[in-house]
Structure formats: C-alpha cells, structure tokens
C-alpha cells in the first residue's frame, strides 16, 4: 500500500540536531510519489513515505490510514500531508482520534471540514484551498484555513498545469511552519543568514568573501536579487563572480550598516538596516555607473534570506533608490515636469536621508512635511507640523 522514500545519513535541515527524523506521510491520488515534494520535505529532516490514494481501494485506504501509528517506534509521532481527494478521506478520518498523529496538512480537498468542527486537541490541521473553491471565511473556522483567490486546484505541486511557483513557495513555508509546530521542535536558521551577512559585510578580501557566501548557497539554484538596481545572479558561479567582482569591492572604506530588526520565520530572515556611506567611489550594486560624487548616502534597507534544507536559496533586497538619486545630486525634487506643474505639482513626492533618519531617530517635525507644502494639512492643527521633512 505504501511506498517509503527515506532521507538518509545527517540530515541538513532545520531538525538537523534531531536524532530520530519526524515521519511525514504524503498522500495524493497518483501511482508514484511526487519527487520535487519529497526532496523539499527530506532536505528539512524528515522522514517521508509515500501512501498512494485509489478511490477503488478506499476502505483498505482508511485502514491504513488509522494503523499508521503501528509501525512508529517509542515516542514517535506522525505528520500526514494530504492532497486532493486524498485530502478529503485524510480530514474526515481525522475527525476522530488517530493514535500520535500530531498534523494534517491538506491541499484543495474536495470536501472541506464544518466551520465549526473541532478537530482533537493533540491535532493541528491546516488546509490550503484554491480560488476555484468554495469555502468559508478564514476566521470563521476553529482550525487553520488558507485561500489563494487567483490560484488553481494544483497550484501547489510542480508537476502540475496549474503550478504556481510563488503560491507554491508560500504554500510550503505555512506547512513547514505548521509541521514544525506540531512537532513542538525550534530550529535555527539564523546562523545560516548571519553566516551570509559576515561573508558579504565582514570580510575585507572579495575572493574569499565571495567564495565564503556561495558556501553556503544551495547547489544551481540559489538566487540573489537587488530590486532597485536589478543586480545578482543566478547559481553559485554567477553570484561568486557577482560577489567578488561589484558587490563587496564596492563597501568603501566609510562603509557601514547597522541593524535595526531582525525577524525570524519558518525559513526566513528578515533584516531592517540603516547603511551609510560617501560615495568616494565606485558603488556597483546601488548606483552602478554613475561616477563618485563625494556626496553622503543614507539608507534604509531590508533584505529578505530564503533557507531551505540549512542552505541560502534565495535574498530579496528593497531601498528606496529615489531617495538614494536625490542624495547624490541625480534627481531633483523641485523639478517637476510642466503638465504636472500646472496642475499644482509643487515638489516631487521623495525625500532624501531624512527618511532612513526616522526610522532610527522617530521625530514628529520630519512627518507630513510633504502634505503639509501641498496644503493637505489644513485644518489638522495635530498633524500641521512646522518643518517641511526636515533632518
């Protein structure tokens, strides 16, 4: 009835520490397991065994269902991800006690559980549906629901004509996190975006800076991506020579950055950053070509890291580029194209290194100063502060 497809040897996952693997059953209504969702799922540190769904064998199915718990050893517990129909027979099965089953995960079930139904205490149950589906409201239900409105029944599998590869990424992160609680297990994947940051931040030398950030990378697809300026890259080789060739040759010598937050998730770090610096020189990743202009820049910064498997799989960065060409002369706020002027346009809606200022140093003078020169704030006496963004 069952086909097992096992992680083996040390695990490099976040249960990485964990001796004995959590067990994660995975059933669908297909003959072969879905490759991409074991290999997603074992890199994590789980044990993964395939359980094959037929409509015709539906009893022996629910049998097998209810005797999972017979082939655990002392103290294991089980985590079922379910999808389709398979899902449907997984949530009503469930609905009485199965014994150390501590999860369900399933995907656009056909069926979907009563609002208002109680699953078991010990038994955390999460469904992800498509827009295709109907459903009731999220807070509405007493277990955990979550709806992709422009997403197909599939969306969530590879294989599948309806993949959709953001959905999908989503999808995983909200499992993991609910597998990962009911487990009751922490894992850490700060360290791994911590190691990342010392590469790129820390070392002074690019080739070894370079070559210690791609270490830590998965194998082919890993990704970095710079969104003001579109710089990174694809794969090791690409962001290796991206790394050591503009990204930290371009930290000058008054080069600094300062973390302000940093928020931890299922398998993301997010950092809040203040960076300063004097564009004395070349700085490739944030103005690429544009000559130094000995003008002083500062910026507020976040940075998004994907971990999966204890590897960095991806990074996601954000500024506000206008505010950094306001700063080096580049982009003038008072110019203001002549059909926008006329109507009554007065100064472009970006501010310079008073931003990044207030999210260090909060003061009240430095908001609204742009609504205020626009006459906005009239008759707001709380709101109508003196001071037009000022620093």
């Known amino acids: 009835m069952s086909a097992k497809a096992s992680s083996s040897g040390t695990t490099t996952g976040f249960l990485s520490f964990n001796s004995r693997p959590p067990r994660l059953f995975i059933t669908a209504s297909r003959a072969h397991a879905p490759e991409t969702t074991l290999l997603a799922w074992q890199a994590e540190g789980f044990e993964t065994t395939y359980l094959p769904f037929d409509v015709s064998q539906q009893p022996t199915y629910i049998s097998t269902l209810k005797n999972l718990h017979k082939d655990l050893l002392l103290g294991e517990y089980y985590v079922i991800l379910a999808y389709g129909d398979a899902a449907t027979i997984v949530l009503k099965t469930a609905q009485k006690p199965m014994p150390r089953c501590c999860g369900v995960i399933a995907f656009y079930p056909s069926v979907l559980p009563n609002a208002g139904h109680m699953y078991p205490s ?23 629901l979550y709806r992709y409105e422009k997403c197909k029944i599939g969306f969530a599998e590879p294989d599948s004509k309806t993949y959709e590869h953001v959905e999908a990424e989503l999808a995983f992160s909200r499992a993991f996190a609910c597998a990962r609680k009911a487990f009751k297990i922490e894992g850490d994947i700060e360290s791994v975006a911590q190691a990342a940051w010392n590469a790129k931040y820390e070392e002074q030398v690019p080739e070894r800076g370079s070559m210690s950030v791609v270490q830590g990378m998965s194998q082919n697809s890993a990704n970095v991506t710079i969104v003001p300026t579109l710089e990174g890259g694809v794969g090791k080789k690409n962001l290796e020579e991206f790394y050591r060739e503009f990204f930290i040759p371009s930290l000058v010598e008054d080069f600094e950055i300062r973390l302000l937050s940093r928020t931890v998730g299922v398998d993301r770090v997010v950092d809040e950053m203040f960076v300063s610096f004097t564009h004395s020189d070349d700085v490739d990743w944030i103005l690429p070509g544009v000559p130094p202009t000995n003008k002083r820049v500062e910026i507020a910064m976040v940075s998004i890291v994907g971990v999966r498997g204890g590897k960095l799989v ?16 580049l982009l003038d706020p008072k110019v203001v194209p002549k059909n926008l002027k006329s109507q009554g346009l007065k100064k472009l809606p970006v501010v310079g290194a008073e931003g990044a200022r207030q999210v260090v140093h909060v003061k009240q003078e430095r908001y609204n100063g742009l609504l205020k020169e626009h006459g906005l704030l009239d008759g707001m006496a709380a709101l109508n502060v003196d001071g037009v963004n000022g620093a």
């Open 122 to 144: 010990q038994l955390r149950v999460q469904i992800h549906v498509s827009g295709q589906q109907n459903s009731p409201r999220p807070e509405m239900c007493d277990w955990w």
């Open 314 to 329: 991806n990074e996601h960065m954000y500024w506000d580029q206008a505010s950094v060409l306001v700063q080096v002369g």
